[in-house]
């Protein structure tokens, strides 16, 4: 009988990582944008609450799927082929 090695999954892995990078990438770029403009908005114009709320809805959804994407690469990154 032979042994046959498991199947290689170095592709599957590389996509992975460029799925955990780029989403990091855009959480933390999205993230940090969102905060500086917000900070900004608090400390030049305390009584401007509508532009956080903006800043919310216009940041937070990249930042949300950059996080998404970040845990979709870890997912496949850590996926064992059968």
Request: charged letters at 5%.
């Amino acid at each position: 009988m032979s042994d046959q090695p498991p199947p290689s999954n170095t592709g599957q892995r590389i996509v992975g990582i460029l799925l955990m990078a780029a989403g990091a990438l855009v959480a933390t770029l999205c993230g940090l944008c969102s905060l500086a403009v917000v900070g900004g908005n608090q400390v030049f114009s305390p009584n401007a609450a509508g532009l956080d709320a903006m800043v919310a809805v216009i940041g937070g959804v990249p930042t949300v799927a950059g996080v998404v994407t970040f845990f979709a690469g870890l997912m496949v990154w850590r996926h064992k082929p059968k």
